[in-house]
Nanobody, 114 residues
Framework: QVQLVESGGGLVQPGGSLRLSCAAS????????MSWVRQAPGKGLEWVSD????????YYADSVKGRFTISRDNAKNTLYLQMNSLKPEDTAVYYCAQEVLDYWGQGTQVTVSS
């Protein structure tokens, strides 16, 4: 049974940081690229970042480039998203996903507010 379980969300002030984690199980995590996708209140899904299977190549949406860092630990079957210099417009539910296989986590809420 495939599971993607996100954690690490919460309430943070503008300019603050959070680190999201996504624990994967039920498939060969190390063989697949992974993504972070977010959905702000009342809006559609927005791609945030991708990482290839080995972790050597990363890609970011312009809206987060320079502030967010995606990484993975294939030995731990875990995907990460380090988010720095957070802005109110980063408020969203963040999902980890393997989009080709259509595997999605349940999401973790990130709220950036003073």
């Amino acid at each position: 049974q495939v599971q993607l379980v996100e954690s690490g969300g919460g309430l943070v002030q503008p300019g603050g940081s959070l680190r999201l984690s996504c624990a994967a199980s039920g498939f060969t995590f190390s063989s697949y690229a992974m993504s972070w996708v977010r959905q702000a209140p009342g809006k559609g899904l927005e791609w945030v970042s991708d990482i290839n299977s080995g972790g050597g190549s990363t890609y970011y949406a312009d809206s987060v480039k320079g502030r967010f860092t995606i990484s993975r630990d294939n030995a731990k079957n875990t995907l990460y998203l380090q988010m720095n210099s957070l802005k109110p417009e980063d408020t969203a539910v963040y999902y980890c996903a393997q989009e080709v296989l259509d595997y999605w986590g349940q999401g973790t809420q990130v709220t950036v507010s003073s």
